[in-house]
């Protein structure tokens, strides 16, 4: 899935030029709030809140910033009262579309969601309807640039983790999601540094997509990523990297 992993490479950048608006502040402090409310505030005991906490120290945010968070969340400081609403749906295409939110208002939440889906040839699904086809994974970034491929997958086995592959500058290890931090640990061991890591919904099976349908498909995953509310948004396309490039480049010079 060459083109879809291309896609995450484009988001993981992105990210990066988000954070100095702070909207990628705003998403990690949900996480960790709502992960320490349904797991508690111990890391060592709560995987989602360890993750949450490696993801906002890889982002740069004050410590004050994560304790406080997570204190939220356990009820020692108050706050807003965040819940986890998944919506699923369909995109241009007939592609599928897992799409995870943290909100404190579930009635605002659907009426953008399916706003940017019908504005950008989407629509909403029934429970069920696409969550079937995709699987959770533990997906690991490391820089390729600074470590050798073969000493790398060589650490990478030994740590656990089921695969690697190069993949525009990054090799992206895919995990079990129950070995997920363990491997993350390993790596560490053997002296590499992790550029980035998640818990990611994977698609079992795909659907290709070209012209016009390729278009309105990145455009609706940008503006479903912008709300607020929205935390990660998963599909199941396929786009040929030539075809992502001359969309991503008319829309640059549009």
Same mark, same amino acid.
């Given at each position: ?9 484009i988001k993981r950048k992105k ?53 406080? @968070? ?18 699923? &749906? ?35 699904? @029934?429970? +069920? ?33 089921? #695969?690697?592959?190069?993949? #525009? +500058?990054?090799?992206?290890?895919? %995990? ?8 993350? #640990?390993?790596?560490?061991?053997? &002296?590499?540094?992790?550029?980035? @890591?998640?818990?990611? !919904? ?6 290709? !997509? ?29 786009? #040929?990297e030539t075809v992502m490039a001359?969309?991503? %480049? &008319?829309?640059a010079s549009g």
């Amino acid at each position: 899935m060459a083109g879809h992993s291309k896609w995450a490479q484009i988001k993981r950048k992105k990210a990066v030029e988000d954070q100095k608006r702070g909207k990628v502040f705003s998403k990690l402090i949900r996480e960790l709030t709502v992960s320490a409310r349904e797991g508690g505030g111990d890391r060592e005991g709560n995987p989602r809140l360890r993750a949450a906490i490696e993801a906002a120290r890889a982002a740069n945010m004050p410590k004050d910033n994560i304790e406080k @968070a997570i204190l939220r969340g356990t009820g020692e400081l108050p706050g807003a009262s965040y819940q986890q609403v998944n919506y699923e &749906g369909y995109g241009p295409g007939g592609v599928a579309l897992f799409i995870e939110t943290l909100t404190d208002n579930a009635n605002r939440t659907v009426a953008e969601v399916r706003h940017v889906l019908e504005k950008y040839g989407g629509r909403l699904g @029934a429970g +069920g309807s696409v969550a079937w086809n995709f699987e959770r994974r533990g997906k690991i970034y490391i820089d390729a640039s600074r470590y050798d491929e073969e000493m790398a997958l060589e650490a990478v086995l030994e740590a656990g983790a089921d #695969d690697m592959v190069r993949e #525009d +500058g990054s090799y992206t290890v895919t %995990s079990e999601p129950a070995r997920f931090h363990a491997v993350q #640990d390993a790596l560490r061991r053997h &002296g590499i540094e992790i550029e980035g @890591a998640e818990l990611a !919904l994977v698609p079992r099976s795909s659907v290709a !997509l070209e012209g016009r349908d390729a278009e309105r498909l990145l455009k609706l995953l940008e503006m479903l990523e912008e709300l607020d509310d929205v935390q990660h948004v998963y599909s199941n396309f396929e786009i #040929d990297e030539t075809v992502m490039a001359e969309v991503l %480049s &008319g829309r640059a010079s549009g």
